[in-house]
């Protein structure tokens, strides 16, 4: 099975911050572009953040830019994502996927599948 569990998430203070993980069973995560969406209570699924197989190429969302970083171990099977200075609207279940057509630098949620099971990021006061 190609299977993504996430990882990571909990309770953060706003300016806290969290690093999340994405780790691949079922296939080799180092031969996947991977990307991280995010979705809030009564909000449709966005794209956060994007990584090339190799790691060399990466996107983010406006609203992430400068304070989230993803990156990859391939010898882990796991892509990460270190975000700092978390905002309450970061709020969300966060997910990642994994990029089944080849353009998922383009962060829309038909170009991914795979989908984890969402890790829970809370930032609040």
């Known amino acids: 099975q190609l299977q993504l569990v996430e990882s990571g998430g909990g309770l953060v203070q706003p300016g806290g911050s969290l690093r999340l993980s994405c780790a691949a069973s079922?296939?080799?995560?180092?031969?996947?572009?991977i990307g991280w969406f995010r979705q809030a209570p009564g909000k449709e699924r966005e794209g956060v953040s994007y990584?090339?197989?190799?790691?060399?190429?990466?996107y983010y969302a406006d609203s992430v830019k400068g304070r989230f970083t993803i990156s990859r171990d391939n010898a882990k099977n796991t892509v990460y994502l270190q975000m700092n200075n978390l905002k309450p609207e970061d709020t969300a279940v966060y997910y990642c996927?994994?990029?089944?057509?080849?353009?998922?630098?383009?962060?829309?949620?038909?170009?991914?599948?795979?989908w984890g099971q969402g890790t829970q990021v809370t930032v609040s006061s």
């Open positions: 079922g296939f080799t995560l180092g031969y996947a572009n």
């Open positions: 996927a994994r990029d089944q057509t080849g353009r998922g630098r383009l962060l829309r949620t038909a170009d991914f599948g795979s």
């Open positions: 990584i090339s197989s190799s790691g060399r190429s990466t």
